[in-house]
């Protein structure tokens, strides 16, 4: 079978983590990248090894049409007219998260999905990463027996220079959200993930910190009751001191699972027994996890009619939908 080629658009930050695992298990050949800063896309079109760099990603769009998948790995706003528009001018697409500013968005990009045909994978790549490949399979095998209870925790910390220095993070209009829509989103996901289709959402939200600075929320907290019968409680927070790991907890009815610091722990009888490690994260921050090569490398896989696990753009969805429940059932209306 022929070698997938690929483009990326936005040469930020996380595009290296897009880069290196596409080259390092030669998943396809990147032929050209865009972003409307020249020296940055010059310089990741050098790290990617291809010789095409564009500024405009429409130009590029309708120009590389050898290409079969573009990544996207921009600012929040741009994600679903990108989605969309590559997907019309016949590519699949590798999306970062969140898939979209709303869920209405997202149901757009669905249709789009649709009718051109194209699949959409959506970068909730902690879902490929040991740990939670380990809670999936504990889940599925009974050793525990039902799953009753999930907690999910995120507190990280972000200061105002983080949000100034961005250009569009901190606001409703560019970020479509704070801590829920951007720090947090990858948890929620996974607390889907594991729980299913969801009955019910409460929470709240709260701007704390960067008064004048930012707009949305800092700090959210729910209850999600899922239709199997399993209750989560989460709580985000960019407001602490430092930041911490992420951390799920795991109640069934003869034991329990705890990830922490990138680690599964089995808790039984109140003992805790170190099961599952993490690989490193391949390259980027540590928060990222180390699943973009096993995600986009199942993509890739299903591109060619493999059978493979990847987070599809109707999944990606649903996470939206818990993130505007909580919004909406918040006393504290910031928007």
């Not at 050209?32 to 010059?42: G, L, S, Y």
């Not at 507190?155 to 479509?176: I, K, L, P, V």
């Not at 989460?234 to 930041?243: G, K, L, P, Q, R």
Request: hydrophobic content about 35%; proline content about 1%.
């Amino acid at each position: 079978m022929k070698m997938l080629k690929s483009l990326i658009i936005g040469c930020g930050a996380i595009s290296h983590t897009h880069i290196s695992a596409i080259n390092k298990n030669k998943l396809s050949e990147i032929i050209a990248v865009c972003d409307i800063n020249r020296e940055r896309a010059a310089a990741a079109a050098k790290e990617a090894g291809c010789e095409s760099f564009y500024t405009d990603y429409e130009i590029m769009l309708r120009e590389c049409t050898q290409a079969d998948v573009v990544h996207i790995c921009t600012p929040h706003y741009l994600h679903s007219e990108m989605a969309i528009s590559a997907m019309r001018h016949g590519y699949d697409v590798y999306l970062e998260k969140p898939c979209a500013m709303s869920s209405a968005q997202a149901k757009e990009i669905i249709n789009v999905s649709e009718q051109t045909g194209k699949k959409v994978c959506v970068s909730f790549q902690n879902r490929l990463v040991n740990t939670t490949t380990a809670v999936k399979s504990v889940i599925e095998s009974g050793k525990f027996g039902k799953l009753i209870g999930m907690k999910g925790l995120v507190t990280w910390q972000r200061g105002g220079e983080y949000y100034t220095e961005s250009g569009w993070r901190g606001n409703w209009a560019t970020e479509g959200g704070g801590v829920l829509m951007n720090q947090s989103i990858h948890t929620l996901d996974l607390l889907y993930y594991f729980g299913g289709p969801v009955e019910r959402v409460e929470g709240s939200v709260a701007l704390r910190k960067n008064r004048g600075t930012i707009e949305v929320e800092d700090t959210a907290e729910a209850t999600i009751w899922f239709k199997n019968g399993v209750t989560a409680v989460f709580y985000a927070t960019n407001c602490h001191v430092t930041s911490t790991p992420a951390e799920l907890e795991f109640i069934f009815e003869k034991g329990g699972l705890r990830i922490f610091n990138d680690t599964l722990y089995e808790n039984i009888d109140g003992h805790l027994r170190e099961t599952t490690e993490n690989d490193e994260a391949l390259a980027g921050k540590s928060v990222w996890g180390s699943g973009h090569i096993k995600m986009i490398g199942n993509f890739y896989k299903a591109l060619k009619g493999e059978d493979a696990e990847y987070c599809d753009i109707n999944d990606a969805y649903q996470v939206l939908e818990i993130i505007e429940a909580i919004y909406n059932t918040s006393a504290n209306k910031l928007k």
